[in-house]
């Protein structure tokens, strides 16, 4: 695999602000009137690059960012400091019509499939819309032609497409939004818990036919999930979060042969295994913490037991090792572990 | 295998619609409700066809014939339902009434609808600054209720260009005001139910496709939003009538010359304790019986349409 | 005598469009201080099994047949009021979301002495004492500090912890799990899962974990039961099955999971989806998605066999063991 950068995000933050009433906004503080406003950091300096071909993919516990950084990347969200590259145009500032441009290229394929298929539409109207959107000198026949293509690449029949989603079962509606998100033919999709909601036996086809699909187009996937049993299985490296920080980041091989950071490595002893539960889980100490307010030091000290007063006070830097992984833990860095 | 083609449940296109239906068909209350409402429509629909005298002829109106009452005590068999004080076939003039107070409420629902979606829509769609805006008129709108505004707006209009000038555009004014006044209620339903359609992924799939907000507002949201919509559309005219028929009761509605079941009551009303009872009796009960139909009709609809009742 | 034996058990749903069957002839015996697992996919009614055998399936649901015995004892022709006193203190049930136990205006404190007391009458100075030792048991710091908070206070985890709490806080004979830790994070489930193994081994209280994740039933479980459709089609001890599964539909099922492939292959997968309980096939109700289906499949129900490894309900094992023991025979 060439390394092509497609997209690269440097320094990216998002912050969140707690919605509430101007009103409740309003401190007095020593006779003076100020505006105080609650935030969430979401997303706290993200340096990733996603290369063109690989499945990226992302890990980390509910409220680490990760589904943060999909809606970022994608635009749906604004970012509060950082920047994103696609190939080599800056696109985390650019309007609406001017993104029009990107919408082709990147698309994403949602976690419920009960909720990211609107109701009230046909799967043919469903999956007609983006097409004839953007390729409006498509002929009709030319559109119904594209669409029963589409369902068939997904393993669906055409006959099936004057149905509406709720006649479907979940994998099937999956199976309907990978369709819509090829239908324009994307260079790169983002798939948020795409197996998520779906049972065992599902999950299989859906992830086969995402693997399909990346070899028939050579889609790059940017792929986020809290089964690691999926990340060993599918990607070609993972990005370890932790509170809207990258901690961790190194080739799917390197990360479960010999995890570096701290959390990671609780992370993979707490995958239940078939084959092997000889394993102890690494118990993390600690109450899991809030993203409310910025932490001070390394995200993950209040829960490492290899923190010491450095941690407290410094925030790690990614370091890259000798295995080609980058790892933010100074304890990593020390040699301490 | 290619296509899953055996794994589809029962091809039970429109399963929705048929549930509903199905339902409807075994209560009896809301059959009848129904039907009765469907009596009403077509009766105002042709009203000039089947009433037997024209009541807005003036030629009509023979004071001779006045204050006769209904045929079964009269056993005069050219009023059925007798006579008012000018004369005028009562039948007749309710079946008129009841057509004027139907398109007054059908037409002033139509202008709150039309008003409240666009601005429910928008708010919910845009949120933040604009969202706050039009809740806050919202709230002051509502903070008035519906009759002060109307007998203010019509009593400064009366005044302002005479009786004459507004007995001719009675109707328009009338449809206006109360359009103009409720307009809050379908904007902040609509805005809720967007506010919960929004969040939900197949919003965000329709902007990562870069479908325009407008597009995304009125073909993707909106049609999700429409049960709770023809709810509120049903009851709301029931409350329009109401509000003309009140209106015109307290001689700011339909002029005389053009009676709506409102001003027909309160024609008559004056005249119930001089015996001839009918004159305000009959077109009263009419008026109720059509706004209970509707409110049966509406209930029925919001036990039933209610997605946390029926899930797909 | 096991402690429980539910048998040929039927649960039906009565629905307008008729009679809707959800559970058919399950059958299973548990022991004293034993795991099993129930697993399958979403339908396949391991949870409507679950509320079966303390009586709580919702209204248009009822048992048609069978009988569920607690030691020995019928529950089926029970009256509500002897079935609650069952339920709480004899078996007891922890849910996927802890929301459902809780009451969110109630302190955690008042309402495991409450627990305790409409079960057992004692003064609520015993009952905090009672309630506090389960806190602590349940490793949650500073219980003191978590008596007093209310649940929307806690963590996920710690909320899934007080919840374990007050199921053993009547020192029960069976838990009834369901999907306790499916919205846990991964450190957090494999945290609960080590805990509810231990509070069952501490307290020899039998547990019926109810999961569709075969990776938390290897962890915990000792026997596993693998239902589809309304039926239990493989039963046998958990790591045995795991290693061998005998009915096509485990094998499916064990294919199917990402860590049994070799990184980047295909996946083995089932083709279509679980029958709802509406359209449920003739005969075995897995044949349509089988692969090794004839037409004996789609014309009787299998009975149930064993196979030296796991009790199973299909026709290719039973015609398996035949053509082995002629072999033997010859």
Redesign the interface.
Known sequence: MKNTPLIQLSGVEKRFDIEQSWLNEVRINKGKISRKKEQVHALNGVNLTIQKGESLCVVGETGCGKSTLARVILGLNSLSAGQIHYQDQRIDNLNERQRMLFRRSMQMIFQNPYASLNPRMTIYQTLSEPVSFHNPQLSQDDVDYKVAKLMESVDLSPDLSDYYPHEFSGGQRQRISIARALSVDPDFIVADEPLAALDVSVQAQVLNLMMDKQEERGLTYLFITHDLTVVEHFSNRVAVMYLGKVCELADTKTLFKSPKHPYTQALLSAIPRLDNNSIQPIRLVGEVPTPFNKPQGCVFQARCAHANDRCKIEEPKMVLQGDTSSVACHAVEEGRI | ?????????????K??FKHIWNGFLSDKLAVLSLVIFIFYCVVALAAPLIAPFDPYDPQFMDLENSEIPPYWISGDDRFLLGTDAQGRDLLSTILYGTRLSLSIGLLAVIIQAGLGIFIGLTAGYAGGKLDNFFMRCADIQLSFSTMMIAIVFLAIFQTLFGSDYYQQLAMLMLILVIGLAEWPLFARTIRASVLAEKQ???V?????????PMRIMFK?IL??TMSPLLVIFTIQIANAIVAEAALSFLGLGMPVSEPSLGSLISIGFSYVFSGAWWICIIPSATLILLILVMNLLGDWLRDHLNPKIYK? | MALLDVSNLNVCFGLKSGLVKALYDVSFRLERGERIALVGESGAGKSILGFSIVNLISKPGFIESGSIKLDGKELTSLSNRQLRHVRGKRIAMIFQDPMMTLNPVISVGIQMVEAIRSHTPMSKKDAKKIALDRLAQVQIPSPELRFEQYPHELSGGMRQRVIIAVAMILNPDIIIADEPTTALDVTIQAEILELLKHMCEVCNVALILITHDLGVVSRIAERTMVMYAGRIVEEGPTLEIINDPQHPYTQGLLSALPQMALPGQRLNQIEGSMPSLMNHPKGCAFHPRCKYATEKCSNAQPNYIYSGISTVACYMVEDMLEEFSEYRDL
């Open positions: 295998m290619k296509y899953s083609v055996k794994e589809m449940s029962l091809p039970i296109s399963q929705r939900k992924e197949y965000d799939a329709a902007r990562i496709m870069g479908i325009g993707h049609p999700n797909d």
